[in-house]
Nanobody, 125 residues
């Protein structure tokens, strides 16, 4: 019954900003982490940013550090990704996902359990 729904994607010029949202429903309160992942055409899915539920520790992909910020609103079970100074190489489908239990990796796609359908982000002039 777990459902993750992403929103906020779109077309933006280089240097612009977008804020992605992920609304979660039917999720157990004791899951380990939630994060954002992306997949560009012809490339493997990669972890962009993840946050642990217990202590709020965060992870960022090296290429987005200083530009992207992950945050979580526990009251309405929503996670956000603020993306600033966007670059063409940020173009991808962005997915929200949850890791129900720590199993040896922090922000690695194969260890995540539930996934949303994704939202397209296109950065182009």
């Amino acid at each position: 019954q777990v459902q993750l729904v992403e929103s906020g994607g779109g077309l933006v010029q280089p240097g612009g900003s977008l804020r992605l949202s992920c609304a979660a429903a039917g999720l157990s309160s004791d899951y380990y982490a939630i994060g954002w992942f992306r997949q560009a055409p012809g490339k493997e899915r990669e972890g962009v940013s993840c946050i642990t539920i217990t202590d709020g520790n965060t992870y960022y992909l090296d290429s987005v550090k200083g530009r992207f910020t992950i945050s979580r609103d526990s009251a309405n079970n929503t996670v956000y990704l603020q993306m600033n100074r966007l670059k063409p190489e940020d173009t991808a489908v962005y997915y929200c996902a949850t890791d129900q239990r720590y199993d040896g990796s922090y922000c690695y796609p194969p260890t995540y359990d539930y996934w949303g359908q994704g939202t397209q982000v296109t950065v182009s002039s």
